[in-house]
């Protein structure tokens, strides 16, 4: 029988609400975090990455996925800086493999990590789901930002649905609209102002995802040796929404990106976290294509669906319903799977984490981060596991 996907559960340090207990209770037995405390750019020390670790493994879990080691924008605008925050990247990595980390997430997105307009989406059954509306997010880059060059990218069509929905917005709910937009990294509560947003939008006047595309080849082409060296296995998480928004490049958000990303550098530390709700959002995205050409190159699963709306609009749906037929997904990682256990590779049980449950029954009662309550993704993870199960029991055991 071939080993079970690792199953993991994100966790964002000693502050989350969801507490080690209870996840060890959802039958994950890996965690998958980050050092948030420590800016992005500078070293993660070995003292501090013991203390995590430790932490951890005294809940009797094991730290699986480093999730993420965030990148300075100066390695995205290639400053002149750009360099020395590589050589700090390299260093982190170096004190991560000391400590036998060997999974690193990272991803390219410029300034802004996912992007929703909505937090606190009710669904049909009062659950809470978040949603990317595409009309709320013209609305905030034409009327809220005032971006001068978004007039010429959004169609008279678009407009129109921004500018009502607009209108209808009180004073307080276009501060939430911006706040929520303009949400810093995971793990913190940095919220960027507008001038500071406008601010980052100069530095990437003049780079489209061409030049973008450049600079995180340089970033691969400099840090994969090292990475080789260590035993590390870096992975590029897909760009959320998987399309440009309020003007920023995007250059991991097609099947061409992600073959890009491993054609940079070519070796079997760079790879892929492959995200089926990131990349599920972009209609021409086949999800079980994309796993059986890129498969080899797939280090970590994020696994969670999305429904798509017409106007590009989209919302967290359950796991196993939604826009991505999660059973060809599954079948085709357990095909990969197989292909690596024939090949004799060690790297069988991919980690695999339940991404942005929903909110559901005594998740209410906590303050959590946003897609990340503790029901709402343990009902997630059970899907999952089930699903996993059947389908290996049909294929091998029949």
Known sequence: M????EQTFRWFGPSDPVTLSAIRQTGATGIVTALHHIPAGEVWTPEEIKKRKAIIEAAGLRWSVVESVNIHESIRIASAERDEYIAKYIESLKNLAAEGLSVVCYNFMPVLDWTRTNLDYRLPNNASALRYDAAALAAFDLYILQRPEAHNEFSAEQQQAAKAYFDSLSDDEKDKLTNIIMAGLPGTDEVFTIAEFKEYLKKYEHIDSQVLKQHMAYFLQAIIPDAEKLGIKMCVHPDDPPFSILGLPRVVSTEQDLTDV???CQSPSNGITFCTGSLGANPSNDLPGMIKRLGQHIHFLHLRNVQREADG???????????????AVMKNIILEQKKRQDSGRADVAIPMRPDHGHKLLDDYNYDTYPGYSVIGRLKGLAELRGLEMGIKRTLFDG
């Open 313 to 327: 609009s989209f919302y967290e749906a359950n796991h196993l319903n939604g826009s991505t037929d999660m059973y």
């Open 262 to 264: 491993v054609n940079a």
């Open 2 to 5: 071939i080993s079970n996907l």
